[in-house]
């Protein structure tokens, strides 16, 4: 029974691992002089709680429909003026 189990897990994460990645974009650096075509937002990763200069994501589509990672520079949220 242990060994059934193992074989259907085995399974069913290969075929995870089958599915189509034509969605998943690279992630490319913002550009100041890039025009961007964001029609739709869908994820934008939380400010970390540093103090400086990191570097954060945006995933937006496109208005043909087409997903891209954005990677820009964002000031941490973690400063004080103690």
Do not use: W
Not at 30 to 49: A, C, F, G, S, T
Not at 55 to 79: I, Q
């Amino acid at each position: 029974m242990k060994y059934l189990f193992m074989i259907a897990a085995i399974a069913l994460s290969t075929n995870a691992l089958a599915i189509d990645d034509s969605d998943v974009a690279i992630a490319e650096d913002y550009r100041y002089d890039q025009q961007l075509d964001i029609h739709k937002v869908i994820k934008m990763e939380p400010i970390p709680r540093v103090c400086g200069v990191v570097k954060t994501y945006m995933t937006y589509e496109d208005s043909e429909g087409h997903r891209h990672v954005l990677r820009y520079s964002v000031l941490g949220d973690g400063c004080s003026d103690n």
